[in-house]
């Protein structure tokens, strides 16, 4: 390898440790009590953030310590990361106890940002059947876009967790629930 091919590799490496060492100090400034340090951070992380960012940004929208405006910068950040790594980092916090008021939004951020998601067919449907209205509504909405074939065996078991809610008598969900039933026949 020659010298200016070893230079340009360590440069080419400072400039990424640089840029992770920035990133950081937006997601340890995501914790600051000051309103403009969080938005200069999400402004931040907005434009030149990376999927290290992910987790803080999940943390901070579910803390709902911070002001309307600062939720609000938040959910539009998180609705246009298309990194397909997000996609299980939402999955992961869709499990979280500390998400439960934002699961509907969560799952719209898949929805929007099209992820492919048919990997995450039971999980999803899981969380709609067990969810409030909305969070239903929004899982109809992504397995409605499913464009995979999901296997036989996810559709028998959400099909059966259908039937137990509905049996369960869950009023509110009941249209939801039979329009899951009947978008998931035609998935398989």
Not at 105 to 114: N, R
Not at 163 to 180: H, M, R, V, W
Request: hydrophobic share 40%; glycine share 6%.
């Amino acid at each position: 390898m020659s010298l200016s091919k070893k230079v340009t590799e360590q440069k080419q490496s400072e400039k990424e440790e640089q840029k992770i060492k920035l990133e950081k100090t937006w997601i340890k400034n995501l914790d600051s009590s000051d309103e403009k340090v969080v938005s200069g951070a999400l402004k931040n992380i907005a434009k030149n953030g990376t999927i290290l960012s992910a987790d803080a940004l999940l943390k901070l929208l579910v803390s709902n310590s911070s002001s309307e405006k600062i939720q609000q910068e938040l959910k539009d950040i998180l609705k246009s990361v298309k990194s397909k790594a997000m996609l299980e980092v939402i999955i992961q916090w869709l499990d979280d106890e500390r998400s439960k008021e934002h699961k509907a939004f969560l799952i719209s951020c898949i929805w929007e940002a099209g992820f492919e998601a048919e990997g995450h067919f039971e999980t999803l449907a899981e969380h709609g059947i067990k969810g409030d209205y909305m969070t239903m509504l929004e899982v109809l909405t992504v397995i409605e876009n499913f464009e995979g074939a999901i296997p036989e065996g996810q559709i028998i078991n959400v099909n059966l967790s259908i039937d137990e809610a509905l049996e369960e008598g869950q009023n509110d969900k009941t249209a939801l629930l039979l329009s899951l039933k009947e978008v998931i026949q035609n998935l398989g």
